[in-house]
């Protein structure tokens, strides 16, 4: 990954990652720290597998391979948004998430579950605005705090009366606090 950003000649540029893509945010403007200017770590954690989680991943994955990746995708994507199915963005995230395979639910879910950033907090180097939904089913605000709290230099955006996905939810406050940022 970044090589490939590396052969785009960026430049420097700013990162944002959400849930799974902030994990991989962290490891990128770690890695690539000299060009990540500004980062964004939106509704995301210092951990793979959280603690507590709804079910193991090994669950996940058999869950997955009965119901198929289009019924996973609704399961899942219903828990974004604080009114579930209901909820405006739900049709639009829904249908992108189902037009995953199988293969890639199962790698998403074994990347998650190897993967632990905490020991590399205090290496990330820029500045950086860690965004949370208050009512996030999917990231605890124990991840979140531990993001604002060991990365030095972290601003902390907490949006009240969303979940996992405040830029469906509240697109205007999300568009204003990620803008003022890298502004």
């Known amino acids: 990954m970044i090589q490939h950003l ?10 944002l990652g959400h849930s799974m893509g902030g994990m991989i945010a962290q490891e990128i403007a770690r ?7 500004r980062l964004v770590l939106y509704a995301t954690g210092a951990i793979g597998v959280l603690p507590g989680r709804f079910e193991t991943i090994e669950e996940s994955k058999k869950r997955a391979a009965e119901d198929g990746p289009a019924a996973t995708a609704q399961r899942i994507s219903a828990t974004w948004f604080l009114d579930r199915e209901a909820a405006q963005g739900f049709e639009h995230c829904a249908a992108v998430a189902a037009q995953s395979k199988l ?8 990347a998650m579950h190897s ?6 907090l205090s290496q990330i180097r820029q500045e950086t605005l860690v965004l949370w939904g208050d009512r996030d089913r999917t990231y605890p ?5 531990m ?9 902390l955006a907490v949006v009240p009366g969303c ?6 939810e509240k697109t205007e406050l999300f568009q204003l606090l990620v803008s003022d940022f890298l502004e």
């Not at 890695?31 to 200017?37: A, G, I, T």
């Not at 293969?103 to 074994?110: C, R």
């Not at 993001?147 to 601003?155: A, G, V």
């Open 6 to 15: 590396r052969d785009l000649r960026l430049g420097m540029y700013h990162l």
């Open 31 to 37: 890695r690539d720290f000299e060009r990540v200017d």
């Open 103 to 110: 293969a890639a639910i199962n790698a998403g879910l074994d």
């Open 115 to 120: 993967w632990s950033g905490e020991q590399n």
């Open 141 to 145: 605000w124990s991840q979140t705090h």
């Open 147 to 155: 993001l604002w709290q060991e990365i030095p230099k972290t601003s």
């Open 163 to 168: 979940a996992h996905a405040v830029h469906a």
